[in-house]
């Protein structure tokens, strides 16, 4: 039987966890590949953000909203909705692979949430 996300080191578990396959999709690995220089500073960013989202604890310091339009601009504004599709499926999938319970499911909907508005504030904000 699994256990829900109870702690900072279940946050971690889930978000290296994701990030690894992430890393390796062929889709929109090369966002993340091509992005991200300090992979264990950002799996710990990426871990107060969430620990943040799913405990309420006040960690995370940053603007994930410039910070993917910044990458979209990079990346010519190729990130399509169907990127965050993607992205969003393997969340859910690592997260049943690992929990279950209450806050796994927050988890899925604050990402699905997040994935909704990311990709529409990124496609307005696109020069026409």
Known sequence: MKKDLQNREDVFLLVSTFYNKVRANENIGHFFNDTIEDWPAHLEKLTD??????????????N???AHKQVDEEF???????HFG?????????IDELFEGERAILAKNRARNMAHNLFMNIYMSRKK
């Open 64 to 66: 994930p909203m410039r």
């Open 86 to 94: 993607e992205w969003l499926n393997m969340w859910y999938q690592t």
């Open 76 to 82: 010519n504004n190729n990130i399509e909705q169907a």
């Open 49 to 62: 953000f969430w620990e943040t989202n799913l405990f309420l604890v006040s960690k995370f310091r940053g």
